[in-house]
Structures are given as C-alpha cells and as structure tokens.
C-alpha cells in the first residue's frame, strides 16, 4: 500500500475537517450567535405616605398619630391627646402641604374621648381656610365636666396628590376647661410625612 503524500494527507485531513464541521458534529461549541441577555426592567417601589412625630408624646400633650386607615396612596391623621385633666375644648390651626395632600372633608371622623364613649355631646368644626391650613375647633356641649385621661379627639384624612415631603405644624393652639379658661401646659406636638406616589 502506498504512502500518501504530505499535501495528500493534508488535503484529506481538511476536506474531512470540513465535513465534521458542516455535518454539526461534536456539540457545536462556544455557544455563540444567541441574543444578548436583556437586564430586568427597574423595580418601581409602591405609593407610600408615612407620618413622624417631632417628638414623643408626654403627659398634658395634643399631638398627632399614623392612623390605621392610612394606606399607600391615603393619610389618616389622629389627633390625640396624653394624660390630660378637664378638657372641655380645643382649638388650633393644622398647616399641612397641599401640595402633596388633598383634604377630604367628609371623611372626618370624630374619637370617643370628648364624647365619652356617646354619654357627651360635642361639635366638631373643620375649615380649609386658606388652602394648606386647618382652622379646627372641637367642643363638648351644654354645662359639662372636662375630659380626663388620654385618647383620641377625632381624625382627618388627605390623599397623596404627588411624591415629597413636608411638615404638618400645629398653630394658634389652645384648650379649655368647663368654664372657658385657657389650660396652662399644655404641649403640641406635630411632625412631618414623607409620600411616595408610584408612576406609571
């Protein structure tokens, strides 16, 4: 049998090469030719609006809570008050960044601290006046004891218009015992919310 020559041998070994290849034989290696892996798309984090106190609340203190109706695009605002003595009314002014909040007035809701669980009559009196600022008063009726203890005076809802921050302050504050006369000592507490609302 006769030897194959060199450039015969190499010729048959690339014609043979060629075949293995074009024949899709041996796994195809390198994994080449597929479409780039896409990132994932952003994760937008859900509308959310949370309220933080100034402070902590301390005996003989009006101050403002988180309520449990508050949601991811809704602020429900309890005022309420600690260890308090003779409370026959209040009045103050909330200041509240309408630019991030939208009041509802219809949602308002009276506690059961003044009205003593329905044994006390009372009125409650909101007005957006001017726009941003609450003009607030609330009142037991007719010839009456004052209040004892700690409890909620009533809540207040806003919706969440666009994503921001502000501060929620309480102004032009006072109490009042049975007889009209201004309570001393008192603390008001505000604070401040931080909304996030999700864009589309």
Not at 137 to 154: C, H, K, N, P
Not at 173 to 193: A, K, L, M, R, Y
Request: hydrophobic content about 35%; aromatic content about 8%; some cysteine.
């Amino acid at each position: 049998m006769k030897r194959l020559g060199l450039r015969t041998l190499a010729a048959v070994m690339s014609l043979a090469l060629l075949a293995w290849v074009n024949s899709g034989c041996g796994g195809g290696g390198g994994g080449g030719g597929g479409s780039p892996t896409q990132p994932p798309p952003p994760v937008i984090p859900p509308s959310s609006v949370t309220f933080t106190a100034d402070s902590q609340a301390v005996p003989g203190s009006v101050y403002l809570e988180q309520g449990q109706g508050s949601s991811g695009t809704v602020l429900v605002l309890e005022v309420q008050v600690m260890d308090v003595s003779d409370l026959y009314s209040a009045r103050f002014d909330l200041e509240f960044p309408n630019s991030l909040l939208t009041f509802r007035k219809n949602a308002t809701t009276e506690g059961d601290f003044l009205d003593g669980g329905g044994d006390f009559r009372t009125d409650l009196i909101v007005k957006n006046k001017p726009a941003g600022n609450l003009v607030i008063g609330f009142s037991r009726i007719g010839d009456v004891e004052g209040a004892e203890g700690s409890g909620t005076l009533f809540s207040l809802e806003f919706g969440t218009d666009k994503s921001g921050s502000g501060s929620l302050n309480l102004k032009r504050h006072d109490t009042f015992d049975p007889n009209g006369e201004v309570q001393s000592g008192v603390t008001w507490i505000g604070g401040s919310i931080d909304v996030h609302v999700q864009s589309n």
